[in-house]
């Protein structure tokens, strides 16, 4: 079962990424070579011309050439950089936040995306889409995400109360009760979204 790595003290937002990078690629099978493969792809994804300006290598179109000596070149540079980032050696620009999120698998890119959000008493929902996204996987994904904060309860309540002797518990217990707050959100703003154009709809027909 997956437990919060404990923060004693205030993180910057960039600490706040790398660490749930960091604890990724501990917990799980990713290695640090996938997630910076990962991020090459986010980066140029959502920030194409930021990562031609700071001359970023696009490793997914180098591949697709037969230049294999210019790839492994370019791909160890951006493994070094990626390095030195995860390390803290080198401060993560604030404009590699989206993209190094998007790295991110599943649960890890919802906790952090939680946690930044969190900072401005905001919680992390996107905006869906009726059309682009599918509501049934979404309302899968908030069942998943309620189960699993059921049974992270059950730990905290298993007592009947919250008190000091659940501290161990509780951070992840808070990540899974965000988790099931983003997921209900979003369904809740999609729902309103279509409930709010139905009168329209209508009155255009």
Known sequence: ??????????????????????EMIARTSLSQEGFAEALNRSVQALAPAKAAEKQLPDLAAMARTNDTAAYLRAASAWMKRVERWLSGDVELPAWLEEPWVMALDGDYRDRCVNELAGRHGLIGA??????????????????????????????????GQIDLADLPHLPNFIDRLLAVESRAHELRRLAENVRDQGPLMRVVG
């Open 1 to 22: 079962m997956h437990t919060s790595i404990a923060r004693h003290t205030p993180m910057t937002r960039d600490q706040v990424l790398v660490a749930h990078a960091a």
């Open 126 to 159: 996107r905006a869906l889409d009726a059309l682009a996204d599918c509501p049934v996987t979404a309302f899968a994904q908030l069942v998943t995400r309620l189960g699993q904060a059921v049974e992270s309860g059950s730990e905290v309540l298993a007592d």
